[in-house]
């Protein structure tokens, strides 16, 4: 190990004219393979999480470049850094590279709210995320690494239900919100999350050791710092952020008597991008989207946060696995097996769990919401046991369920889901009348090893 390394100790080195310590630029010839809170070298950036000084919560630390002065576990991009890693192993991209961030900030303000400053409503994601630039400019200006966790832009975007539905004339161009086009006019923001692990796992009612047990054991032991660095009160999980969209002015957002309306959208890549109707993904996407576009219009705003959690959290994989094991078992796809199914392949129901959900709208300052464009429960009971209200639930209208999603809904609205004026009276005669597409798939036949051997060309296949 050179000498230089971080292991070894140094005396740490402060400008005595703003406090800030001399970044520590630790040399990239090396792989340590983890570090421990007692260690030589080890000094990072105090953390005071939760107060509205950003100089006194101090900036977020965990790229390569300050090792000893690191004060945040695992790697920013969240799973995109593994991309990084390849781009670096291809020689594509300079390890020691410094993003240049002057042309990068935020388009629109969003805060600072009272909430920023609140661990019970801010806890996974860094307030001062997207403000680096001006709020830890003396930091920057000494040299160090940090990097942005959100960025704040605008944009427009098309889709043709959009458009659809100004053709019907339930939406009509006004030219501020909505264009002739059909393009609506949004602000955005994209986030990477960012943990404070002692608050997190309160949330989920467990100890932090709990916490960073389970996470360390799960992930194989990818990150050995969660159980060496109880000093390390963050963390940057390896996992998709989230992005908001906002139709109308954000900084109305904050006002209680401005209608907002919102819609908390967890991932589905099938259904959202690709148009599947195994589910009410996307149409009831497109259906918040359209209803914030009618607020604000109005005067109001309209906000849809979308959430990398595809298949419930459980992933893509899981999901088309469940998805088979419905089609295929007895009986078919049936609303009242819906939930059996997850939990017979992946041993749990839902791991999206909303414990964290409700801090990006915190993030935006949103005190009340007056049009919730949800059913779940789940999402529901997060967003008001942290203090927001909610004046009105707003289900997805019938005529939108795609045929082969009747099974979702019954299930879902049969086991307690807000049904609204539109879906009320599913009971068990429905659970075991709705059923699912068929597929006509053969059931599975078991094969030996020997069935998946790869043969030359000359040799044929099996």
């Given at each position: 190990?050179?000498?230089?390394?971080?292991?070894?100790?140094?005396?740490?080195?402060?400008?005595?004219?703003?406090?800030?310590?001399?970044?520590?630029?630790?040399?990239?010839?090396?792989?340590?393979?983890t570090t421990h809170s007692d260690?030589?070298?080890?000094?990072?950036?105090?953390?005071?999480?939760?107060?509205?000084?950003?100089?006194?919560?101090?900036?977020?630390?965990?790229?390569?470049?300050?090792?000893?002065?690191?004060?945040?576990?695992?790697?920013?991009?969240?799973?995109?850094?593994?991309?990084?890693?390849?781009?670096?192993?291809?020689?594509?991209?300079?390890?020691?590279?410094?993003?240049?961030?002057?042309?990068?900030?935020?388009?629109?303000?969003?805060?600072?709210?009272?909430?920023?400053?609140?661990?019970?409503?801010?806890?996974?994601?860094?307030?001062?995320?997207?403000?680096?630039?001006?709020?830890?400019?003396?930091?920057?200006?000494?040299?160090?690494?940090?990097?942005?966790?959100?960025?704040?832009?605008?944009?427009?975007?098309?889709?043709?239900?959009?458009?659809?539905?100004?053709?019907?004339?339930?939406?009509?161009?006004?030219?501020?919100?909505?264009?002739?086009?059909?393009?609506?006019?949004?602000?955005?923001?994209?986030?990477?999350?960012?943990?404070?692990?002692?608050?997190?796992?309160?949330?989920?009612?467990?100890?932090?050791?709990?916490?960073?047990?389970?996470?360390?054991?799960?992930?194989?032991?990818?990150?050995?710092?969660?159980?060496?660095?109880?000093?390390?009160?963050?963390?940057?999980?390896?996992?998709?952020?989230?992005?908001?969209?906002?139709?109308?002015?954000?900084?109305?957002?904050?006002?209680?008597?401005?209608?907002l309306t919102c819609r908390v959208?967890?991932?589905?890549?099938?259904?959202?991008?690709?148009?599947?109707?195994?589910?009410?993904?996307?149409?009831?996407?497109?259906?918040?989207?359209?209803?914030?576009?009618?607020?604000?219009?109005?005067?109001?705003?309209?906000?849809?946060?979308?959430?990398?959690?595809?298949?419930?959290?459980?992933?893509?994989?899981?999901?088309?696995?469940?998805?088979?094991?419905?089609?295929?078992?007895?009986?078919?796809?049936?609303?009242?097996?819906?939930?059996?199914?997850?939990?017979?392949?992946?041993?749990?129901?839902?791991?999206?769990?909303?414990?964290?959900?409700?801090?990006?709208?915190?993030?935006?300052?949103?005190?009340?919401?007056?049009?919730?464009?949800?059913?779940?429960?789940?999402?529901?009971?997060?967003?008001?046991?942290?203090?927001?209200?909610?004046?009105?639930?707003?289900?997805?209208?019938?005529?939108?369920?795609?045929?082969?999603?009747?099974?979702?809904?019954?299930?879902?609205?049969?086991?307690?889901y807000n049904a609204g004026a539109?879906?009320?009276?599913?009971?068990?005669?429905?659970?075991?009348?709705?059923?699912?597409?068929?597929?006509?798939?053969?059931?599975?036949?078991?094969?030996?090893?020997?069935?998946?051997?790869?043969?030359?060309?000359?040799?044929?296949?099996?």
């Open positions: 190990m050179p000498k230089d390394g971080p292991q070894q100790k140094k005396a740490k080195t402060v400008d005595k004219d703003d406090g800030i310590p001399i970044p520590d630029n630790t040399p990239l010839d090396y792989i340590n393979l260690s030589f070298g080890v000094d990072p950036i105090p953390v005071s999480w939760g107060h509205p000084n950003p100089m006194v919560r101090g900036p977020v630390i965990c790229t390569i470049r300050h090792a000893a002065q690191r004060n945040a576990i695992g790697a920013h991009q969240g799973s995109y850094c593994v991309y990084t890693g390849l781009a670096v192993a291809a020689g594509k991209l300079n390890p020691e590279h410094m993003p240049e961030l002057k042309l990068t900030t935020p388009v629109f303000d969003i805060g600072p709210f009272p909430s920023w400053a609140d661990p019970r409503k801010m806890a996974s994601i860094d307030p001062f995320g997207h403000v680096v630039t001006d709020a830890f400019r003396s930091y920057l200006n000494k040299g160090y690494d940090i990097r942005p966790t959100i960025a704040v832009t605008k944009a427009h975007i098309d889709l043709p239900e959009t458009r659809e539905a100004m053709a019907a004339g339930r939406l009509k161009a006004d030219g501020k919100i909505l264009l002739e086009s059909g393009q609506s006019i949004v602000s955005k923001a994209a986030i990477e999350p960012v943990w404070y692990l002692p608050e997190v796992a309160r949330r989920f009612g467990c100890t932090e050791s709990k916490l960073r047990q389970s996470i360390f054991r799960m992930t194989n032991g990818m990150y050995p710092e969660l159980i060496t660095r109880p000093d390390l009160k963050i963390f940057l999980p390896p996992i998709g952020g989230l992005t908001i969209y906002i139709w109308g002015d954000p900084d109305t957002i904050p006002d209680e008597d401005i209608p959208h967890d991932e589905c890549n099938g259904s959202d991008v690709f148009g599947s109707d195994i589910c009410t993904c996307r149409p009831y996407m497109t259906h918040a989207i359209e209803e914030c576009i009618k607020t604000a219009q109005a005067g109001g705003c309209g906000i849809v946060v979308y959430f990398r959690k595809e298949g419930r959290s459980l992933g893509e994989v899981t999901k088309y696995l469940v998805y088979n094991t419905r089609k295929r078992q007895e009986g078919g796809d049936s609303a009242e097996k819906y939930f059996n199914c997850t939990e017979q392949v992946a041993g749990v129901q839902d791991t999206r769990f909303q414990a964290l959900m409700p801090d990006p709208l915190h993030f935006l300052g949103v005190t009340k919401i007056h049009n919730f464009i949800s059913m779940s429960d789940m999402k529901y009971n997060a967003i008001v046991n942290t203090g927001i209200k909610i004046v009105n639930r707003v289900e997805i209208p019938p005529d939108l369920v795609p045929a082969d999603a009747q099974v979702e809904i019954t299930a879902k609205v049969f086991h307690g539109a879906y009320q009276g599913i009971g068990e005669k429905d659970m075991k009348e709705t059923k699912g597409r068929e597929y006509k798939y053969e059931m599975p036949v078991e094969k030996d090893a020997d069935a998946f051997v790869v043969q030359d060309e000359g040799e044929g296949k099996k």
